[in-house]
């Protein structure tokens, strides 16, 4: 909500020296989030109002060029005489007679122009007339600030035009709270602001109505749950080409809503100062009488955006003989729409059920100043006073008379009071309140309190703009917000004892730290999928990432599930830093998936009326599904960069390979690669992870399928592992030092080409016994000295002992004893 500061001032009588800065101050200390003070440039110089006096049109030129005299008063003429100026203009929204805003010689407007006099179009130009963007009032550029028409009263030639366009007016931008719907208005703000600075407050709404005689529209509510009351109001013999009063375009301007024609900027300057949304009906394309109800699947309306929208059904929509004329409480329809050849308006002000308003919005994709509104609720006790005065303002500048009649349908249902007792405020806060405090912020929220001192307790009954107290709690907030929260004493809890982190949480933070050291950048995304998401990583049917748990009120309709992988949210993190110019990206997140259990029970209604038994928490415990945490990486483009240095060379499968080792060695183990083809990874470069032969995961180049669907670099890898899936570590001990030199000895196997290195390396070890201390692949050769479909595969065997130098016999007899151990197990023969 954008407040112009001089608005505000209209209704709370803040002292003139009270700043922008203090204002913001003010909002913050009583709960309100500020996120800007918008201050425009200032104008260095003459800015003055002037009235056309002649206008020539210069007609040898290929766009519309204008040469005027203007009037701008005395003492500001030529060499500061009386008189005119004679002044260029390219704008032609203006007429001999208007006022306007003029710019003389040496003024210096927003952004460095300085104005001076100077020859063009072979005419003298002294000066120029001003667009509203051009002195940093507003955005609009299509022609110049006409402030009015003839004689306009408190505004001559000369005068100062700063003050009456707004430049340099202050706008304080407020982030109003779902919750807080009555701060969407002047009106909810600036009775705040009354209480904070503790000055008096003049309420717009509370202006005397005319007394009305009888209906003035027929009006049918056929959904009293979804509109619980319906104004209208009807004016006859308006002009539908009155310009609106600067008073309306500048606040428009500084509320960054577009003016569009009188009837219309007068529905959105009351919406802005009353909070209630208002919608103006051609009267005369009105079918009948006005009815709300729900509309039904397949039916269509055209809205004022020109969208023929399909209703999916349930909406709340307004309608005539016609059929529907527009979405209740988020756009109207263009069958209806204000026009050019309007005369007689009907104004609607109505009261709409939030819920119903926020769904019909986002099914929609179609956001509006009314829906923030309604979305928030709106005071349904000032819907006439909300029509009444924009029928006012629109015979006040068009002309046209207000019909005698006045048509009210459905009640404003009054809030229920709440009892709290005068205890709850300093138990929920931690500081004491006296009943008078209480009774006092409270009178100042608007409630109408009764103070019971007897047992000690408060009745409530919020106003009707306060639909969200309904607890003691709430009424404890107001006063603790009132009051001030710097006003709570600060008290830090006693730190619990215990141990600290568990094991499996410092593990999660040492893997974190480790990716990081080595280049990797953590990223965190939101654990929501959708089926298309799997279709892209070549998810088969059948797979068990396809079980998917379903959300009952998704972010997003086309992610209703909880996620069964990383990969994903990473891959959709990928995809967008590369299409903004990213080219090598090194990304992990180390987060939970959501797995549903086989022969899950239902999730119970658990009371709230009473802590839950045992066994109904054992079957809500049941009924969730598994949420392991996992780690996830993406790796694309060069791991080692290129430099003075060398080339760079492009990640490969055996990177994500070696960053599963690395975070298995942090936990404790080692990490043993089975070959695997599980999507969405490229079938022989990819390897399940295992400890011992638990899985663990899987690492590897994506699915050449996979990165042209989703427009990767070629050779993108990735890994998924579970963390929660990796054993605790071991106790440490200390390792045994030899002092002996190790024998070195090399063996070349020949095995069938099928048997994996890391198989075989494994059939050493074991074979080799202890005294084999190590066991490293060194070649692999496939060639005419090998028989077909094998390959020879070379190991460097390290031999020692820890208390003795070994001989040549007890080190030959450690190799034999492996290689008959990788003989039993693979066929494997020395290579001759």
Not at 1 to 22: G, I, K, T
Not at 697 to 719: D, I, M, N, Q, Y
Request: overall charge negative; glycine content about 10%; proline content about 7%.
């Amino acid at each position: 909500m954008r407040v112009p500061v001089s608005w505000l001032r209209e209704y709370v009588s803040l002292p003139a020296e009270v700043s922008a800065d203090e204002i913001a101050s003010k909002f913050i200390s009583i709960g309100f989030e500020v996120e800007d003070i918008h201050v425009g440039e200032a104008v260095a110089g003459d800015l003055v109002v002037g009235r056309v006096a002649t206008i020539e049109e210069l007609t040898e030129f290929k766009k519309p060029i204008r040469f005027c005299t203007v009037d701008v008063g005395p003492g500001n003429g030529p060499d500061g005489s009386d008189g005119v100026r004679e002044i260029i203009c390219g704008a032609t929204n203006f007429v001999v007679g208007d006022l306007v805003v003029v710019a003389l010689p040496g003024t210096v407007l927003p952004g460095g122009f300085t104005i001076a006099s100077r020859q063009t179009y072979g005419r003298l130009s002294d000066g120029m007339i001003c667009a509203e963007d051009e002195i940093g009032v507003g955005s609009d550029h299509a022609g110049i600030l006409v402030l009015g028409h003839g004689e306009v009263p408190g505004i001559d030639p000369g005068a100062d035009a700063r003050a009456l366009v707004g430049v340099g007016d202050p706008v304080i931008e407020v982030n109003v709270e779902t919750d807080r719907g009555y701060a969407m208005s002047m009106r909810g703000l600036a009775r705040e602001l009354g209480t904070a600075f503790g000055v008096e407050f003049v309420d717009p709404a509370q202006a005397p109505l005319r007394a009305a005689i009888g209906d003035t529209q027929p009006v049918r509510i056929d959904d009293p749950r979804g509109c619980s009351r319906f104004v209208a109001v009807r004016i006859t013999g308006t002009d539908p080409l009155a310009a609106s009063p600067l008073v309306i375009r500048k606040r428009l301007a500084a509320a960054k809503i577009r003016s569009i024609s009188l009837v219309v900027d007068v529905t959105n300057y009351v919406m802005l100062e009353l909070g209630q949304p208002l919608h103006a009906y051609d009267a005369a394309k009105l079918q009948g009488a006005i009815g709300v109800r729900r509309a039904t699947a397949g039916e269509r309306v055209r809205t004022l955006d020109g969208v023929d929208r399909l209703l999916n059904g349930g909406e709340v929509v307004i309608t005539d003989d016609s059929g529907i004329i527009g979405l209740a409480g988020v756009m109207g329809g263009e069958s209806t729409e204000i026009s050019a050849g309007t005369s007689d308006v009907v104004i609607e002000a109505a009261t709409f059920t939030a819920a119903d308003i926020s769904r019909t919005s986002r099914r929609h994709r179609l956001p509006s100043e009314a829906a923030k509104r309604f979305e928030r609720s709106v005071d349904p006790a000032v819907a006439t006073a909300a029509a009444e005065r924009a029928a006012a303002l629109i015979t006040r500048y068009g002309g046209g008379t207000v019909d005698a009649g006045r048509t009210e349908v459905g009640t404003v249902v009054a809030p229920e009071p709440v009892r709290m007792s005068l205890s709850e405020p300093e138990r929920l806060v931690g500081r004491p309140f006296s009943g008078e405090t209480v009774q006092r912020r409270l009178e100042q929220v608007g409630c109408t309190v009764e103070l019971d001192t007897a047992p000690g307790s408060v009745v409530a009954t919020p106003p009707t703009w306060r639909p969200d107290l309904l607890r003691p709690a709430d009424l404890v907030e107001e006063v603790a917000r009132l009051e001030g929260f710097d006003t709570i004493p600060s008290v830090l809890p006693g730190a619990p004892a215990g141990s600290g982190f568990t094991p499996r949480q410092r593990r999660a933070r040492a893997v974190a730290d480790l990716l990081a050291d080595r280049g990797l950048v953590e990223s965190q995304s939101f654990p929501f999928i959708g089926t298309a998401d799997l279709d892209a990583l070549n998810i088969p049917a059948g797979d068990t990432r396809r079980r998917l748990v379903t959300l009952a009120n998704p972010l997003d309709a086309g992610r209703p599930y909880l996620r069964t992988s990383l990969l994903p949210g990473l891959l959709e993190v990928v995809r967008r830093n590369l299409a903004r110019g990213a080219k090598s990206l090194a990304l992990f997140e180390i987060g939970q998936v959501f797995l549903p259990r086989h022969g899950a029970p239902s999730m119970p209604d658990l009371p709230v009326d009473r802590r839950p038994t045992a066994p109904e928490l054992a079957v809500a415990e049941a009924a969730l599904p598994d949420q392991p945490r996992r780690l996830g990486a993406v790796l694309v483009g060069d791991w080692d960069r290129a430099g003075w240095w060398g080339p760079g060379r492009a990640a490969d499968f055996s990177d994500a390979i070696e960053i599963a080792r690395v975070v298995a060695a942090a936990c404790g183990h080692a990490v043993r690669v089975v070959a695997s083809d599980l999507a969405p990874f490229h079938p022989g470069r990819a390897g399940e992870l295992r400890v011992g032969d638990w899985p663990i995961g899987v690492a590897g180049e994506l699915h050449p399928a996979v990165v042209e669907r989703l427009g990767l670099p070629r050779r993108a890898v990735a890994l998924e592992l579970t963390l929660d899936a990796i054993p605790d570590a071991p106790p440490p001990t200390a390792p045994a030092v030899s002092p002996f030199p190790p024998a070195l000895v090399d063996v070349a196997l020949v095995v069938p080409a099928g048997v994996a290195a890391a198989d075989l390396a494994q059939a050493l070890r074991a074979g080799g016994g202890e005294l084999l201390e190590s066991v490293r692949l060194f070649d692999v050769y496939t060639g005419g000295q090998v028989a077909a479909g094998h390959r020879s595969l070379a190991f460097a065997l390290s031999v020692r002992a820890i208390d003795h130098t070994l001989t040549a016999a007890e080190a030959n007899a450690v190799r034999d004893a492996a290689i008959r151990a990788a003989a039993d197990a693979f066929g494997a023969s020395v290579r001759e």
